[in-house]
């Protein structure tokens, strides 16, 4: 039986050959090397080395070895994603701050229905069997966490409801993972012949994906909120 396509990052990555398996797209590389000339022209200060090192991670996500293992293993899928919108997303919105944005409520809600669509194992399999799904995939999920983390992080945003924002966001990935690693059966037909080669049934595979979300994915947002909470804290004792 021949495993469902995957459209991008080329063959699924095997353990001798996954260090060699770079994706050298050049459009992906141009893409990159075009922000940081907007990083270098537009940017500042920590702003700028917070875009510099968001361009790092976008190398790592897209064009290194992670791209193939992503491929192959439904958990460094997961790792892919986590490191767009936990990573990637919040130093972009630092180099590249808001000044006005939707209600963080309606970006939650957004930021919700982009992770959750994009985990229903139909429409997963789709995206990464089409080069246009693929894509999809991951211009909404960069986007929508960029639109939340920018409002969040935004000078005069009301903290409150920046750090219900980012609890609610830990509360729904963690519900998330939590479905994923405990489900009965393997849900994501691209990944039921390439895992086997790395130690892991696709089940195994699968709750590695889920445990991974259901923990250290949020431990950004957890981060960004007691931070959050601490500033507030402090200001709070600072004014009395």
Avoid: K
Wanted: a neutral charge; charged letters at 10%; proline letters at 6%.
């Amino acid at each position: 039986m021949i495993a469902p396509v995957t459209a991008y990052c080329g063959t699924p990555a095997i353990p001798a050959e996954v260090w060699t398996s770079w994706n050298l797209d050049p459009v992906v590389m141009l893409a990159l090397c075009a922000l940081a000339v907007t990083l270098r022209v537009h940017t500042v200060g920590d702003a700028q080395r917070s875009g510099y090192v968001a361009v790092g991670l976008l190398g790592v996500v897209f064009l290194s070895p992670l791209c193939a293992l992503s491929a192959a293993l439904f958990s460094a899928r997961v790792v892919h994603h986590v490191l767009l919108i936990a990573g990637v997303a919040p130093l972009l919105a630092l180099a590249f701050p808001s000044r006005r944005a939707l209600p963080l409520s309606v970006l939650v809600a957004i930021n919700v229905i982009v992770l959750w669509l994009w985990h229903v194992p139909g429409i997963y399999t789709w995206a990464i069997g089409s080069i246009a799904g693929y894509w999809l995939m991951q211009v909404s999920l960069l986007g929508a966490a960029l639109a939340l983390w920018r409002e969040v992080l935004r000078r005069n945003s009301d903290p409150g409801a920046g750090i219900a924002a980012l609890l609610a966001m830990v509360a729904q990935m963690g519900m998330l993972g939590a479905l994923i690693a405990f489900a009965p059966q393997a849900l994501y037909p691209t990944h039921f012949y390439t895992t086997e080669i790395w130690g892991f049934s696709p089940l195994e595979d699968q709750q590695l994906a889920g445990l991974i979300m259901w923990v250290p994915a949020i431990l950004p947002y957890l981060g960004a909120a007691l931070v959050m909470v601490m500033r507030r804290l402090f200001a709070t004792e600072l004014a009395r």
